[in-house]
């Protein structure tokens, strides 16, 4: 049985409210931190800790915070990030929903560490009933003392407000949050200058993603080395997947990182195998914006390794092989399943939550997804799977924020690795018009596999 | 600090964008910019036709950056080296960019009243393909006027979001700014609003394509056809710099505009009295004729010295022509 560090008291009844959660050792942490540590040791503890951001990029948390400007008489803020909108992705939203103190005590300590006195939680504004969750629980610690003038005596104020952000994706990116948190059109910032130099109102920000912030509690109450013997490599502690799709037991699970994928994917304690006893024909590791493995990439490295739930060993082999862990939304794909339809679906995503200041992905996006479009409607030409990974690459890296990347890696891992899918598409446009296929449709079932090691 | 452009060193202040600082060294090492302006505060990095490499960033720190960088928006730094045109994954990139753009930017150039002066045209000719893989049904829409003097083709918008920032920045207040998002955003005006304050004039002019208009000028020519003329008087309006090109064609004095860089840039901004009301030389002090690049399209039949065209043989009856034209083109 693995251990859970945020996930611990998640079953017990009532552990949304104040006191439920202080009598399973909740706000322990802003003791500690509060009475016997100083700001300076408290980012040295998260250091300790290896913590990388749980969001999707997976940069060091400890090194974030140390990089934060400290002019003297500057406001400095903590925004957590609570926009998640990942196609896949919904860990964070469990977490708040059910456990919404640990969220609240995890802002105390980072902003006390950051030595900010006005903070946010920027939540997506469908997220409504997480919004009014948040605001109770603030309200109760408040109400307690662990918010507000002085808390515990300690002669530390802090302010936190939950701020409901306008539902666009483009609003997850740190510096189009800050944007929208402003008030303004959530469009990303051009960087250099970073948050932590001109963030919010100008002012030195970190922006940490939910988990990240949750996490701080068990690394402050156990120690930043305690945390760091879990997982393995630069990827410690744990982390919570959010495993959908094909999968007999859905759901969120917390992992210890280093956790092999098939242990994940098949065992009785996580997601159970796949659903209805079909085979598995594809994975979406991290959320939609990491390419697509098929089975036996994701299941070993390209060195014949079996895989492990960490950032290095999903990332192992590039983008030819391999993957990312991204922010843990973990999709799988039965044998059944179309890739060109998910790829389309994932393109009408990304092209309707472009945001459109910069040309590559305001013009790119639309224009994957509509050859996405017609492939999957039976009007594919063979030339268009060429003029898809061509429009991608013109797309990554060339872009003010990494929506255009994202955008870009689904379809072009997807024609990687299932060309004969889209050709399919093309050959049969009749089949593919009426969704009157499947891989029985193949002569040879799961035909794309059998990948060579080159 | 030391900066290296394609090769060429230069020496330029902390601060310094690697943009500007190509810009001092000049010629074909220059990024082409659509959405960049000088003149205006925030803008670049949108377009991404400035992309460049930098293949060293300092000498402090010699990695390379992993990405092309917006070269408007990214300053140098000691020891840095970039590359521009020496580098192909640039070129590539740019050519991508100008396709991006053409497929909601038509190359209508017969029917376009900003032909010979279109930055898109220029980009498209320099760095684009003969033709964009794109064949899906372009985005159309209806021109509106935005005020009594401009219009707007929003179907030939390629979104720098320039004419929002002479919005925010020269004009008093802003009624007009982006709709939407992705490549359904629009250039729009506050619920029918028009553009009516002294200096919305200026939109036109920092719009590199042909989507804001003037209409006092609109289809009345075609640039290469009038005789541009420095000009200048004295302005009314304190934050109107009173100099001017004027457009002549024969006599009359066919629009007016601000007097723009090598880039294309306004090298300051005039006010709306200058721009659509003054339109007499009786108004203006003249300079002279404007000098032109020989490579615009402008510049055809403009001559700033006489110099005999030539000929096979000397043919006298053609020469005097010449010196007649000459002498009455200078008259402007």
């Known amino acids: 049985m693995a251990r859970k560090l945020l996930l611990e008291h998640i079953n017990v009844p009532g552990i949304n409210t104040f006191d439920v959660y202080r009598s399973k050792g909740g706000y322990a942490a802003v003791e500690k931190a509060l009475k016997t540590l100083t700001p300076d040791e408290v980012v040295e503890e998260v250091k300790k800790s290896g913590l990388r951001g749980r969001g999707g990029a997976g940069f060091p948390t400890g090194m974030k915070w140390s990089f934060l400007a400290k002019p003297a008489g500057v406001a400095r803020y903590l925004v957590c990030n609570a926009d998640e909108s990942e196609p896949g992705t919904f860990k964070d939203r469990y977490l708040m929903t059910y456990i919404p103190h640990l969220l609240i005590e995890g802002m105390i300590v980072a902003s006390f560490a950051l030595g900010a006195n006005t903070s946010y939680i920027y939540v997506r504004g469908e997220m409504m009933p997480q919004i009014r969750i948040l605001e109770k629980a603030i309200a109760e610690a408040k109400?307690?003392?662990?918010?507000?003038?002085?808390?515990?005596?300690?002669?530390?104020?802090?302010?936190?407000?939950?701020?409901?952000?306008?539902?666009?994706?483009?609003?997850?990116?740190?510096?189009?949050?800050?944007?929208?948190?402003?008030?303004?059109?959530?469009?990303?910032?051009?960087?250099?200058?970073?948050?932590?130099?001109?963030?919010?109102?100008?002012?030195?920000?970190?922006?940490?993603?939910?988990e990240s912030i949750a996490a701080v509690v068990p690394i402050i109450n156990d120690g930043g080395d305690e945390y760091a013997k879990i997982g393995i490599g630069r990827s410690t502690g744990t982390k919570l997947i959010s495993a959908g799709g094909n999968l007999r037991k859905p759901g969120v699970y917390e992992i210890d990182l280093?956790?092999?994928?098939?242990?994940?994917?098949?065992?009785?304690?996580?997601?159970?195998?796949?659903?209805?006893?079909?085979?598995?024909?594809?994975?979406?590791a991290g959320g939609s914006s990491?390419?697509?493995?098929?089975?036996?990439?994701?299941?070993?490295?390209?060195?014949?390794?079996?895989?492990?739930?960490?950032?290095?060993?999903?990332?192992?082999?590039?983008?030819?092989?391999?993957?990312?862990?991204?922010?843990?939304?973990?999709?799988?794909?039965?044998?059944?399943?179309?890739?060109?339809?998910?790829?389309?679906?994932?393109?009408?995503?990304?092209?309707h939550e472009s945001c459109g200041q910069c040309s590559p992905c305001r013009e790119g996006t639309g224009w994957m997804e509509k050859v996405l479009h017609r492939l999957e409607y039976g009007h594919g030409k063979m030339s268009d799977m060429d003029l898809l990974v061509d429009v991608s690459k013109k797309i990554e890296g060339n872009t003010i924020c990494p929506l255009g990347d994202a955008a870009?890696?689904?379809?072009?891992?997807?024609?990687?690795?299932?060309?004969?899918e889209f050709e399919w598409h093309v050959t049969h446009p009749h089949e593919a018009t009426t969704r009157n296929f499947g891989l029985a449709h193949y002569a040879d079932p799961l035909p794309k596999l059998e990948v060579a090691a080159s | 600090m030391k900066v290296t452009i394609d090769g060429f060193p230069i020496e330029v202040e902390a601060g310094t964008t690697i943009?500007?600082?190509?810009?001092?060294?000049?010629?074909?090492?220059?990024?082409?910019?659509?959405?960049?302006?000088?003149?205006?505060?925030?803008?670049?990095?949108?377009?991404?036709?400035?992309?460049?490499q930098v293949s060293k960033g300092s000498e402090k720190d010699p990695r390379p950056m992993p990405k092309l960088v917006a070269s408007c928006r990214t300053t140098v730094m000691d020891g840095m080296e970039v590359k521009n045109i020496t580098s192909p994954e640039?070129?590539?990139?740019?050519?991508?960019?100008?396709?991006?753009?053409?497929?909601?930017?038509?190359?209508?150039?017969?029917?376009?009243?900003?032909?010979?002066?279109?930055?898109l045209q220029d980009l498209s000719y320099e760095h684009g393909a003969a033709k964009t893989r794109y064949e899906f049904d372009r985005r159309t829409f209806e021109r509106i006027d935005i005020g009594d003097k401009i219009q707007l083709h929003m179907t030939r918008c390629i979104l720098c979001y320039r004419c929002v920032f002479v919005a925010d920045q020269i004009t008093d207040h802003r009624v007009h700014g982006i709709l939407n998002r992705g490549d359904h955003s629009e250039i729009s005006t506050y619920i029918q609003k028009a553009v009516d304050n002294d200096f919305s004039g200026n939109v036109i002019d920092v719009c590199p394509v042909g989507a804001l208009t003037d209409k006092t000028f609109r289809f009345r020519n075609r640039v290469w056809f009038t005789k541009p003329v420095e000009a200048h008087r004295e302005c009314e309006n304190p934050k109107c710099c009173g100099k001017v090109t004027l457009w002549y064609k024969g006599e009359d004095v066919l629009r007016v505009t601000a007097r723009k860089d090598e880039y294309g840039e306004a090298e300051a901004f005039i006010c709306n009295t200058c721009r659509f009301y003054k339109k007499k030389t009786t108004d203006w002090i003249i300079e002279g004729p404007r000098k032109v690049s020989h490579k615009s399209v402008i510049s055809a039949n403009h001559y700033d010295t006489l110099k005999p065209l030539p000929v096979v043989k000397t043919n006298p009856v053609l020469i005097e022509a010449n010196k007649e034209q000459f002498e009455r083109e200078t008259r402007l």
Not at chain 1, 408 to 420: G, L, N
């Open chain 1, 408 to 420: 870009a890696w689904p379809v072009a891992s997807a024609i990687r690795h299932f060309r004969d």
């Open chain 1, 143 to 210: 109400a307690k003392g662990f918010l507000g003038k002085n808390i515990l005596g300690t002669g530390y104020d802090l302010e936190l407000y939950v701020q409901p952000g306008g539902g666009a994706y483009i609003c997850g990116e740190e510096t189009a949050l800050l944007e929208s948190l402003e008030g303004k059109r959530g469009n990303p910032r051009i960087k250099p200058p970073f948050p932590a130099i001109a963030g919010l109102y100008g002012c030195p920000t970190v922006v940490n993603n939910v």
């Open chain 2, 19 to 52: 943009l500007n600082a190509a810009r001092l060294i000049g010629g074909d090492i220059v990024p082409p910019t659509m959405c960049y302006y000088s003149k205006l505060e925030g803008t670049g990095g949108k377009c991404r036709t400035c992309l460049v």
């Open chain 1, 258 to 284: 280093g956790l092999p994928v098939e242990e994940f994917l098949y065992s009785d304690e996580y997601c159970g195998g796949i659903a209805n006893g079909k085979r598995l024909k594809a994975v979406v």
């Open chain 2, 90 to 119: 640039v070129i590539e990139a740019r050519k991508g960019v100008v396709e991006m753009l053409l497929i909601n930017h038509p190359l209508d150039c017969p029917v376009c009243d900003q032909a010979g002066e279109c930055h």
């Open chain 1, 290 to 351: 990491v390419p697509i493995l098929p089975a036996n990439l994701f299941m070993k490295t390209i060195n014949n390794e079996p895989r492990l739930m960490s950032y290095e060993s999903l990332a192992e082999g590039g983008f030819v092989s391999g993957t990312m862990m991204g922010s843990g939304g973990f999709i799988a794909y039965d044998e059944d399943q179309c890739i060109v339809r998910n790829t389309w679906n994932f393109a009408r995503f990304y092209h």
